[in-house]
């Protein structure tokens, strides 16, 4: 996990207008939100694993399915998730239980986070400013 200081870092925003200016630069939901936290996850690769922009929020009033709930930012940071290859190798399953079973854990959730991205990690984080706070 690499940190990357940022203006946006306890700015409160409405989670509904976030939505709205994120997911059209490319920013999911992570799925690793809860009632009270969440993240917004851009996935910067997919070398080895998945390398990601991560930018944390919490719930300041209400809770995260609530329609007028406000977020607090939280500092942006790189992840890198390291999967097991090979998974879908000789599936035997039906596709019911496959659907349920698609996803693996990561064989190294904080797996080092590639040098050649750090800057493009910066460059994300610029622009998540200038969407954000002008």
């Keep these: 996990m690499i940190p990357i200081p940022s203006k946006v870092?306890?700015?409160i925003?409405?989670?509904?207008?976030?939505e709205q200016k994120l997911k059209p630069l490319g920013y999911v939901i992570g799925g690793n939100w809860d009632y009270d936290h969440g993240s917004f996850d851009y996935e910067i690769a997919d070398d080895v694993g998945y390398q990601f922009l991560r930018v944390p929020f919490k719930a300041v009033n209400g809770q995260l399915d609530a329609p007028?709930?406000?977020?607090?930012?939280?500092?942006?940071?790189?992840l890198s998730h390291k999967y097991q290859r090979g998974l879908d190798d000789n599936v035997?399953?039906?596709?019911?239980?496959?659907s349920f079973d698609q996803f693996s854990e990561p064989v190294d959730p904080d797996a080092e986070f590639p040098e050649e991205y750090?800057?493009?990690?910066?460059?994300?984080?610029?622009?998540?400013?200038?969407?954000?706070?002008s």
């Design 92 to 98: 035997r399953e039906s596709n019911f239980r496959a």
């Design 118 to 133: 750090v800057e493009v990690g910066k460059e994300l984080v610029q622009e998540l400013e200038r969407t954000l706070l």
């Design 9 to 11: 870092e306890s700015q």
């Design 13 to 18: 925003f409405s989670l509904y207008d976030l």
């Design 68 to 78: 007028q709930v406000t977020v607090e930012m939280g500092e942006p940071f790189l």
